[in-house]
């Protein structure tokens, strides 16, 4: 296991009950599909999440509690410099708990480790709880693009200098 999927964050859960953050592997789809049908309006295809753990391998990592995947972030790094998280999720049972905020640490350990200098993440304008939780992670929000969602909504760019 990687030393920053090791480090301890602080959380809701005592370190007893401290989910396993991990890179994907191919059994993990199924739960990770099932995640995004409870999450989203616009849920990815089983088919892209199983493209993404090709093309997101090193980049893609889930929640582990006793065994069973609870969330997940899927990121890209981006000419060698830029960390773009294409999506995350967790379980709705488990959420509230701090696992979005493990698995934003991990990510960012993991794009410092791999050479990343930046961070960059597309949200709702309307999701402001996950909005709430990248400021408190030290996004900023940078602009808007309008009617980036399917439903005519639209995303806030929000960026994290790594340096």
Not at 10 to 28: G, L, M, N, T
Not at 108 to 114: C, P, Q
Request: charge should be positive; include cysteine; charged fraction near 25%.
């Amino acid at each position: 296991m990687c030393s920053w999927c090791t480090r301890s964050v602080a959380s809701k859960f005592s370190e007893k009950h401290s989910p396993i953050i991990r890179r994907v592997r191919a059994e993990d789809i199924d739960a990770i599909f099932n995640i995004e049908l409870l999450s989203f309006k616009e849920p990815y295809p089983k088919e892209l999440l199983r493209t993404l753990l090709i093309m997101c391998n090193e980049t893609f990592l889930v929640a582990e509690l006793s065994g069973k995947i609870v969330g997940y972030v899927i990121s890209l790094i981006r000419r060698g410099y830029l960390c773009h998280v294409i999506s995350i999720a967790v379980h709705p049972k488990y959420r509230r708990r701090g696992i979005a905020t493990q698995l934003m640490i991990a990510t960012e350990e993991l794009a410092r480790k791999l050479g990343s200098k930046l961070m960059r993440l597309e949200v709702r304008v309307s999701n402001h709880a996950a909005r709430k939780l990248y400021e408190k992670l030290g996004f900023s929000e940078s602009y808007v693009i309008g009617r980036y969602y399917r439903n005519g909504e639209p995303a806030v760019v929000m960026y994290k200098l790594l340096v």
